[in-house]
């Protein structure tokens, strides 16, 4: 403090050095006279393409996700009919499915197959409930566009939640695609949903689901309020796709650098096409933005600075917020969509799976 | 439900119709082969050059200021000399604080030069305080670069938290350079906050500020804690300067997008060397993301997805709630950097002051 008060004193005496102007980094003087050219009037936003940087800012094991190339052949695919989705569909899934049980052993969760309601399922959960948990249970809806995470490959963050959080976590596996549109998807998570009343009391349950997974939470929300089904406690929208139509800033923004979704225009303009089949995709029961809040119990919402998803989530925060919802929104640094479900032992995924575990932890019964 | 169902059964009966792959946006064809193999190994990112179009997810008010051109001659600018700087803050100051008078006519707030702790500030306070914040008083740091909004200038966010939020307010006229750099500023913002404490408990005070404002605010933390100086109940972060190296994903993320900063090779390099004067901006002093978040109050977050900042406002966030601190985040549709100070009658500036209010309100003594 003393010696702060000298230096101001020395520093009103002499002035501070400023003969010249500060020197500019040598790639923004061209910039500067285009883009501020470009820029000059009111409207739209003119950017130059560019390289950035892998960020110094995320865990070393996170930054292999941010590193990666775009996801192929996941992010532009557009098979040309149905047996082509299924090939691409069923590909993808043994790939993502292939590390999930070795993912289990390393957090202690077991993972069996059932039926619940009528639909195909996976209970999921750890070895030992810690005692807080043992009178609560989790919906967990998968990701991934509608088409994609059949089966197995459906489970990773149901068992990243059971096995991070201490939770107890029925997953559905959900008809999709090519065979099944909308409302093969909804109709199947509602008809578990049902099911679970007689398993738990709804003030002890919370649904969950990442991007698609997301959405389906919300519109699941919807359709029971609609049917007075009960809500749960409490509810997790990682980065949610809530609104199927390119309608978000940052489905622009965000284009190209996000590398996991990429662009709307990869392989989420035909995945909701063949979803929607016909339907209007402003629909609420595709768009969960579109529909009304009133009523639904308190989020989590989890996104990223990278992630095409990025207004999809802070939209459904703020129309939340709006409608008097406690709703805790996480944004992480570099992140692409639903990009903690890509590197499950960093410290990203873990804050990511610790920070809903709390918030569910305080807002469910006993 | 039962239509739903009778769907699905002809669904499956009968295939959806899926005789060809979807239709590819025109302009996206190109760049999906250009994009794809420039991303195609770990590494930068590579994106394309673009025009963003203005969303239409945000409100009608606000779209002019996300519309709206860079905000010249703020964004660029690299004064020669110390006259060159005055001259320019002088302006900016003048346009800045013309409008002000108005606005707290519009929210019957009245504003009084004062010195405080030997610090000139602003007291400024709605007519008539709300019952429940008569015994609560609040510090406002102002933004600007550490070198813009001198005087009145600086007292916009005092106005809006006093008209919106109901609070009595004290903003600090720090001084700036050229003439006054570090550490006036953060003598200048403590030695009023070490006067406050005649005028209130610090359980019934709170601290905030945006851009500057909110780094400021931060490493006033940081000073009280090494100082032994009580904290305040509660803090408000308004996109924080948290570091003011350029670290951190949306310096280039959304760097060309922002339209109010724009560039950390703008205005910002200039204004952080001349504040510095020869000092390392790594010190937690400059940049607070340094430093260690122990013990710090409650902590309220507000960005945009446009805005330079954005990870600023998310490390932040992160790094508090890993310190255990309670910290809540909200992020604004296609906002650029505290672009709700210039839309002050926008539903986006009146949410970004509510959910302030509230926070405070519920973490401040009565």
Known sequence: MIRSLALVALTVLAGPALAQPAPRDPDFGKLEGEMGAANAKPGPRTVPGREIPVPGTVSETFRAAVAAPYRAPAWNANPKDAAGWKELVDKLA?????????????????????????????????????????????????GGGYVYNPGEAGTLEAVLMAGLGGFKVISVDYRMPPDAPYPAAMDDATAVWKAMQAMQKPERMAVFGTSTGGGMTLALMLRAKAEGLPLPAVI????????????????????????????????????????????????????????????LPPAL????????????????????????????????????????????????????????????????GR
């Open 236 to 295: 997790g929208l990682g980065t949610p796709w809530s609104d199927m139509t390119e309608t978000g800033d940052t489905y622009k923004t965000n284009e190209w650098l996000d590398n996991v979704l990429v662009s709307y225009s990869g392989y989420l303009t035909p995945a909701a096409k063949i979803y929607a089949n016909g339907r209007d995709l402003k629909d609420p029961q595709f768009s969960p933005i579109n529909g009304d809040f009133t009523g």
């Open 94 to 142: 043994k790939a993502t499915a292939a590390p999930i049980p070795a993912l289990r052993d390393q957090l202690g969760v077991t993972s069996e197959a059932a039926v619940i309601g009528g639909v195909k399922v996976f209970v999921i959960q750890p070895k030992t409930i810690p005692e807080a948990n043992r009178n609560r249970l989790l919906l967990h809806i998968h």
């Open 301 to 364: 919402l989890v996104s990223g600075t990278r992630d095409l998803f990025l207004s999809n989530t802070v939209r459904t925060h703020r129309k939340l917020r709006d409608a008097g919802i406690e709703a805790d929104l996480h944004v992480f640094e570099g992140m692409s969509h639903a990009q903690y479900l890509a590197s499950p032992n960093s410290p990203e995924t873990k804050s990511v799976f610790g920070e809903m575990a709390r918030f569910f932890d305080s807002h469910l």
